[in-house]
């Protein structure tokens, strides 16, 4: 055993935290001094983009060295403002007033920053959610009443509780993807009972995911995230808006693309889908694999691990143990059910705005919704990262469903 112990998984590599799990710990509120030119637009975008005025701010500003940059948390407090400022850039003029290029006082910059922290030069989920949080009473709960975001976009109230009920989701997980090592290891070990315990415990932190997802129909007005928000969070790959992608000026010649935020983009169900064995079909597959190189190095690298151990399944299936075949299925139920929960979410928050405006458009009427009828009709049915979106996440739900163990397979089948 000695040999085994000192191989055993562990989480200490991956940048991941015991209590916050993939959220950046106390996140920075200031760089130094030397770039207050970049804070001062960046804590400024939201009213800066109302007036207009973000693209001439930004045109004016000098073109800082990123030398100064040191340390972890410098580098994720930059990244979150130019990307901030790089979103609102674009997007301050909508749809049809887009940009080709980004001013090279901003693209290098932002380049390098990107390059350092093995993120790309847009905004991530890594960003908006994972690096954008402060507690305005440091000693208060981890709760929607104490949290505030460090920087935002256009979308008001909205916009606050769209990245602070997400940050929260990422919370609720803490606990689960504390217990993988635990279900590695014990496979490893060949300990069902450790492996049963850990995966109850996961079966609950993802239930609590999903309870915290119900908060945004608490938090978030579909309406203001249909008509307002959802643009500043699009990407210039696989968007119509943006067909020829965006020019970073000072990087290179030809224009890039980089798909808009995305669920995606947390690691959190890639790791669940790699312990649990759910396996995605091609299409849905690939875009799911993109995704991955919108995260830090070290979260996608963890997932990568996780995909590599020996299979929880087949051991599973191997050991003659009840509470662990049980464990396992409800592990798999109740990852399908928040997977069922982002669908009805995406209906509420996409879809049925996206009737509503064509029916407006369709009317050319009805000041009081003229929000809705305002939104960038090329994005219409697709989630911000590019995706055809029902049909994307109903195809993955349907091959959660696949993970099951045999005998749970047939009575799904039987039920739909």
């Known amino acids: 055993m000695a040999a085994d112990s000192e191989s055993l998984f562990s989480l200490d590599s991956y940048h991941v935290s015991e209590e916050l799990g993939f959220i950046l710990p106390d996140p920075l509120e200031e760089l130094p001094p030397y770039y207050q030119p970049w804070m001062d637009i960046a804590l400024r975008v939201t009213e800066l983009v109302h007036s207009h005025e973000l693209r001439l701010h930004i045109n004016k500003m000098p073109l800082l060295s990123t030398q100064y940059l040191q340390k972890h948390r410098e580098l994720r407090l930059a990244h979150l403002a130019l990307s901030v400022m790089t979103m609102g850039y674009t997007w301050q003029g909508g749809e049809n007033n887009t940009v080709e290029m980004l001013p090279h006082n901003l693209a290098v910059p932002y380049w390098e920053v990107s390059q350092r922290l093995g993120l790309p030069p847009i905004l991530t989920h890594a960003d908006a959610v994972l690096a954008n949080w402060r ?3 440091p000693e208060g709960p981890f709760d929607m009443e104490n949290l505030e975001l460090l920087l935002s976009l256009p979308g008001g109230d909205s916009v606050r509780g769209f990245f602070m009920v997400t940050l929260l989701v ?3 997980a803490a606990p689960a993807l504390r217990n993988i090592p635990t279900v590695i290891n014990g496979v490893r070990c060949g300990d069902t009972e450790a492996v049963a315990r850990a995966l109850e415990d996961i ?3 993802i239930q609590d995911m999903t309870d915290a997802l119900k908060l945004l129909h608490v ?3 579909p309406s203001v995230f249909y008509g307002i928000m959802r643009i500043y969070l699009s990407g210039w790959k696989d968007n119509p808006c943006m067909p020829n992608g965006l020019v970073y000026e000072g990087v290179q010649t030809e224009p890039m693309e980089y798909s808009g935020g995305s669920a995606a983009q947390s690691s959190l169900l890639h790791c669940f ?3 649990l064995g759910v396996k995605h079909e091609a299409k849905s597959g690939a875009f799911l694999t993109r995704m991955r190189d919108y995260m830090l190095p070290a979260h996608k690298q963890l997932i990568q691990d996780i995909s590599s151990q020996p299979s929880l399944k087949s051991f599973v299936q191997q050991q003659a143990s009840e509470r662990l075949n049980q ?8 990852l399908l059910l928040l997977r069922s929960y982002h669908i009805n979410i995406v209906s509420r928050f996409i879809t049925v705005p996206a009737a509503r ?6 009317r050319s009427q009805d000041s009081e919704l003229e929000m809705i009828s305002r939104a960038p009709t090329a994005l219409e049915e697709r989630g911000t990262g590019g995706s055809g979106i029902m049909t994307f996440l109903k195809t993955v739900r349907d091959q959660t469903k696949n993970a099951f163990l045999p005998e749970r397979r047939t009575e799904m089948k039987h039920q739909s």
């Open 135 to 137: 507690k305005k009473n």
């Open 170 to 172: 990422e919370l609720a």
């Open 203 to 205: 079966s609950q932190s």
């Open 219 to 221: 938090y978030v007005e």
């Open 273 to 275: 889908d790699e312990l």
């Open 327 to 334: 464990a396992f299925q409800h592990c798999v139920t109740k």
């Open 357 to 362: 405006a064509r029916q407006l458009r369709d």
